[in-house]
């Protein structure tokens, strides 16, 4: 075990860190210090394989030395501009930027700091949007079991992962669930998109006979569910709940907070399923992880149903002081350019193949139930220990560490999602460094 060095690096004890178990952690200290490429390296000075890009954002690897300038640049040029009735180049620029990257029609940006936030302003442009067009009634939230939308309340309460909900009271009024897609009995092992399971969307159907249509204002999903265990849209099932939402006028939110930036093979997941939502979360890739930064992407129709009224009042009450921060602005453009010129946004695709095969290898070691993968994201899901549920994916997390390959894991799946610069021995070493955690573990 590495053991932390008080010297080097202070005191400990201050610092609340988020979604940690702290008391572990302070015990045995895992300190990052720099980071290059595919690699940390760590305050032993110990090259650590980034195998989850920092936290599912770092898409074009660490240190892109254009977003670095960027971001030094921008500093000493334009540090911060009110974003409220005042603007700056950058945000427009960005912003066209982003509506000529996203789905035909998305050409709207709502800028925010983060995926959390990203959620609750499209969850407040859903409800607005209704009341504008003289819905009002449309208040009904619907999001789905195992889904992961980010900590604030509503984000929270449309999520569906239960250890992010239980301590915090009754969350919002108004949010139903559809049922997740995960179906070991049927779909184990699927390479790619699982055959079973498009039926599910009809879920929504059932929500509409309960609650009637003319109540609900928006649906919630993850193309792909990261957080809840790396879940794949069963075929079909995507195209069938736009279809459903078309019918009964229920905007469709899709959170590509992970899927973003070429994480599926294309540059949203939007694209990769042929599934055009109303509205889209992005945040993380956005600006490679570099500086904070989140969006909502609208249809024009969306936006344009908001401008009505006198031209000299405010159309939506809604923004964050750091709405469009210059830094991170200057940060968004570089990492598009970064990605256009390295092809990055496509890349996934062309590793698929090489590490779904990879990744499918590890059928058949101890404790693995399931492997599932599309683009550039794997998932890997162990038996749990008895009585001692995520323990084991928790020490196959610690196993991989100490072989110096950083993975993420949540429950008892472990979770891959490289940058997309990775070559394929670098997936080896991954998954080797899985394989060989998995021999040894209890
Ligand atoms: N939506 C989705 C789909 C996400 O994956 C958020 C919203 C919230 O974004 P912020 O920037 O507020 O964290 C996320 C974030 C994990 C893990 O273990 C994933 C996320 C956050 C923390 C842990 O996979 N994704
Ligand atoms: N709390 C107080 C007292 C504030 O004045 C503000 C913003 O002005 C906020 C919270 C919200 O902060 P932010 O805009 O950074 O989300």
Known sequence: MTTHNPEAHGDL????????ANRQFKQSPRLLTRAD?????????????????????????HNRPRIVR??????????????????????????????ALAPEGMDKVFFTNSGSESVETALKIALAYHRVRGEGQRTRLIGRERGYHGVNFGGMSVG???????????????????????????????????????????????M?????????????????????????????YLQRLREICDKHGILLIFDEVITGFGRTGKAFAAQ????????????????NGCVPMGAVLA????????????????????GYTYSAHPLACAAGIATLDTYAEDGLLTRAAELQGY??????????????IDVRNLGLVGGVELSPRAGEPTKRAFETFLDCWQQGVLIRTTGDILALSPPLIAEREHLDRMIDAIRVALRRLK
């Open 13 to 20: 004890d201050a610092y609340w860190m988020p979604f940690t």
């Open 70 to 99: 960027a971001i030094q640049e921008q500093a000493a040029e334009l540090d911060f501009a009110p974003p409220f009735q005042m603007g700056h180049p950058k945000a427009f620029e960005l912003a066209t930027r982003l509506a």
């Open 208 to 236: 509409v006979a309960l609650h009637d249509a003319s109540t609900i204002a928006a649906v919630i999903v993850e193309p792909v569910a990261g957080s809840a265990g790396v879940l794949i849209p069963p075929q079909g």
């Open 37 to 61: 490429g595919m690699f940390f390296t760590d305050d032993q000075g110990r090259q650590i394989l980034d195998g989850v890009a920092g936290l599912w954002c770092v898409n074009a690897g």
């Open 355 to 368: 590490f779904a095969e990879q990744l499918h290898a590890l059928r058949g070691e101890p404790h693995v």
């Open 160 to 206: 569906g992962m239960v250890a992010n909900r239980k301590m915090f009271g009754s969350l919002l009024a108004g949010v139903d669930h559809l049922r997740h897609t995960h179906d070991l009995a049927r779909n184990a092992f699927s390479v790619g998109q699982p055959a079973h399971g498009a039926d599910l969307a009809e879920d929504l159907e059932r």
């Open 272 to 287: 990769t399923f042929g599934v055009t939502p109303d509205l889209m979360t992005v945040a993380k890739g956005l600006t």
């Open 299 to 318: 249809q024009r129709r969306i936006h344009d149903t908001f401008m009505t009224g006198p031209e000299h009042a405010i159309e939506f009450f809604h």
